[in-house]
C-alpha cells in the first residue's frame, strides 16, 4: 500500500523552466572567523565586504569568477589536441608537453619541428 504524504506540494519556490537542464551541488565554503569584542564569532571582514557589495548574489558572483578563472587557465597553460573529450581534463594537453600521447598529433609546426 503506498502512503501519500499531506501538505501542499505546490507551496513554496517557484521551477524556472530552465532549471530542468541544470542541478546545483551542495559545496562547504570554509571562511575564516574572528572573534570580535563581545566575544561572538563574526566572519572574516573581506567576506563581510564581498556579501555587502553582492547582496543575495554573492554565490552567483563566486561561480562566475571560477568559470572566468578555469577558462583563462586553460588558454594560457594548456591546449586542445584532436582525441574525444572524456574526463575531467578533457582533450587539453599542458603546454610542456608538445605532443599528445593519445592521439600523436602535435601542438604546432614549431614544436613538430622541434622535437622530431
Known sequence: MCEKMVGNHNSGRKK???SDRKRLAKKTLYINQQKNLKGEWVDDTIFQWFKRIHGSLWQKQLRTWMRMDVTRVKQEKYWQC?????GIAGNYIPNKTPKCPTCKTWKNELA?????
Not at 613538430?112 to 622530431?116: D, F, G, H, N, V
Open 16 to 18: 524556472d523552466p530552465l
Open 82 to 86: 584532436k582525441c574525444a573529450n572524456t
Open 112 to 116: 613538430k619541428l622541434r622535437y622530431e
